[in-house]
């Protein structure tokens, strides 16, 4: 099973390649829409980047709760804790 560790490290990665931010930017603290500039439409395509990589979808619903970095972390993690 992925660490938050590794999920926040691959969440990093897919923020800087996606939306060229700079990885000192993504930090656990940083709110996506605020601090990163995220929109919703960016929000869309971080979930099904988050699909491509883990298999399983985070449900939209969910995702509205997610505010920080941390946030989406998390979500990642009960999805895929929930399969092991």
């Known amino acids: ?13 897919a923020l800087v390649e996606l939306f060229e931010l700079d990885a000192e930017r993504v930090t656990l603290d ?21 699909k491509r990589q883990t298999g399983k979808k985070i449900a939209a619903e969910e995702f509205k709760a997610v505010r920080t970095v941390n946030d989406v972390v998390e979500a990642v993690y009960r999805l895929v804790a929930a399969e092991a």
């Not at 099973?1 to 990665?13: S, V």
């Not at 940083?30 to 395509?45: G, K, T, W």
């Open 30 to 50: 940083a709110n996506l829409y605020e601090d990163l500039e995220i929109d919703s439409i960016d929000a869309i395509d971080l979930i099904d980047h988050i």
């Open 1 to 13: 099973m992925q660490t938050r560790e590794d999920i926040f490290n691959t969440l990093r990665d």
